[in-house]
T-cell receptor, first 111, second 118 residues
Framework: QSVLTQPPSVSAAPGQKVTISCSGS????????VSWYQRHLPGTAPKLLI????KRPSGIPDRFSGSKSGTSATLGITGLQTGDEADYYC???????????FGGGTKLTVL | QLHLQESGPGLVEPSETLSLTCTVS??????????WGWIRQPPGKGLQWIGS???????HYNPSLKSRVTISVDTSKNQFSLKVTSVTAADTALYYC??????????WGQGTLVIVAS
C-alpha cells in the first residue's frame, strides 16, 4: 500500500548489526535523496536519523548509517542497544506523484 | 532546537472541517530555511504527506488531497495550521506537523490523534 517497500520487522541481539531495506522506483528513490526516521511509539515525535541518503543530523551517533544503490536504500545500525527498539521509516520525494512518499515502516526488535 | 506541538479537536464529525494548529518554539516561523508541513498516519497504515507552506504562503499539497486541504502560516503567533474539509472516516489519523527542509521532514511534533465520527 505504501509507495516504498520495507520489511515489516527485523530483529537482532544487543551489540549486533542490523540493516533495514527500502525499495522504490526510478520516480522516487532512483532519482531523489532518501531520509530515514526513528519513532519509538506512535504518540512520540519521529526523529530524523539520515538525510540526503547518508548524512547524519547533529547529535545522531555514527552507529546509524545510510546508503543508496539504484532504486533501493538501506539503513544500517551497529552496536545495537535496547533503546534502538523502535519503528523505522524511509522517505523520499516522488517526482511522478509530486509528493513526499514513505515506506510502511519496519519494527526493530532487539532480542 | 525547534520544538513543534500540535493542537486541536480530537473528534470531528463527518462532512465537517478538521482544523489543527502547530505551535513552533525555539525559532522563528519566518525562517527562510524551512517549509512548514503536515504528515498523517491512519491507524494500521503508513505515513502520508499532506503538504507544506513557506512562511510567505508558498504552498505545495499532495495531489491526492489538494482539493480539500489548506495550510497557512501565522507569523504573528509563530504558528501554522491545517484545514481539511469534508472529512470522512478515512481522514481518521495521527496528524504530525513538521519542519520541511527542501523536501525532507526534519523536526516533527509528537502528533495528535483525530477521529472522524458522529
Amino acid at each position: 500500500q505504501s509507495v516504498l517497500t520495507q520489511p515489516p520487522s527485523v530483529s537482532a541481539a544487543p551489540g549486533q548489526k542490523v540493516t533495514i531495506s527500502c525499495s522504490g522506483s526510478t520516480s522516487n528513490i532512483g532519482n531523489n535523496y532518501v531520509s530515514w526516521y526513528q519513532r519509538h511509539l506512535p504518540g512520540t515525535a519521529p526523529k530524523l536519523l539520515i538525510y540526503d541518503n547518508n548524512k547524519r543530523p547533529s547529535g545522531i551517533p555514527d552507529r546509524f548509517s545510510g546508503s543508496k544503490s539504484g532504486t533501493s536504500a538501506t539503513l544500517g545500525i551497529t552496536g545495537l542497544q535496547t533503546g534502538d527498539e523502535a519503528d523505522y521509516y524511509c522517505g523520499t520525494w516522488d517526482s511522478s506523484l509530486s509528493a513526499v512518499v514513505f515506506g510502511g515502516g519496519t519494527k526493530l526488535t532487539v532480542l | 532546537q525547534l520544538h513543534l506541538q500540535e493542537s486541536g479537536p480530537g473528534l470531528v464529525e463527518p462532512s465537517e472541517t478538521l482544523s489543527l494548529t502547530c505551535t513552533v518554539s525555539g525559532g522563528s516561523i519566518s525562517s527562510r530555511n524551512y517549509f512548514w508541513g503536515w504528515i498523517r498516519q491512519p491507524p494500521g497504515k503508513g505515513l502520508q504527506w499532506i503538504g507544506s507552506s513557506s512562511y510567505s504562503g508558498n504552498t505545495h499539497y499532495n495531489p491526492s488531497l489538494k482539493s480539500r486541504v489548506t495550510i497557512s502560516v501565522d507569523t504573528s503567533k509563530n504558528q501554522f495550521s491545517l484545514k481539511v474539509t469534508s472529512v470522512t472516516a478515512a481522514d481518521t489519523a495521527l496528524y504530525y506537523c513538521a519542519t520541511i527542509k527542501v523536501v525532507t521532514p526534519a523536526s516533527w511534533g509528537q502528533g495528535t490523534l483525530v477521529i472522524v465520527a458522529s
